[in-house]
């Protein structure tokens, strides 16, 4: 004797005639579907930008990241400007001698950054 009804006489559970009052189960309207065109512009995709051309190959890993430092400091432009090139030589230094930031390089463009010279 199983507990689960298995080996049972009597009809399949889905067969089982409905109660008087219930009608069945109610249609609902159209089900949820992605677009064709959607998908094909999700996949098209194409990459642009600075981190795209030193993948490809266009640019080095050095300007790549000379272009993020300039990036970041943007919002600094009315420092005078040694203390700007100040700034963005302390990060381009840190960019390519702190390990996790070099890590951080390497996983985003694929290369290390050249070390800052002594």
């Given at each position: 004797m199983g507990i689960d009804g298995i080996?049972?006489?009597g009809g399949i559970p889905g067969n089982i005639p409905a109660s008087p009052g219930?009608?069945?189960p109610a249609k609902t309207g159209q089900t949820f579907e992605v677009g064709g065109a959607q998908k094909a512009?999700?996949?098209s995709t194409v990459e642009t930008g600075p981190l795209a051309e030193v993948r490809s190959g266009k640019i080095s890993v050095d300007a790549y990241l000379d272009h993020k430092v300039a990036d970041?400091?943007?919002h600094l432009q009315g420092l005078?400007?040694?203390e700007l090139g100040?700034?963005?030589s302390m990060l381009r230094d840190q960019l390519a001698s702190d390990p996790q930031l070099v890590e951080l390089v390497q996983k985003a463009t694929g290369s290390t950054p050249t070390p800052p010279e002594e």
């Open positions: 080996g049972k006489k219930v009608s069945g512009d999700a996949v970041a400091t943007k005078p400007s040694h100040a700034i963005r």
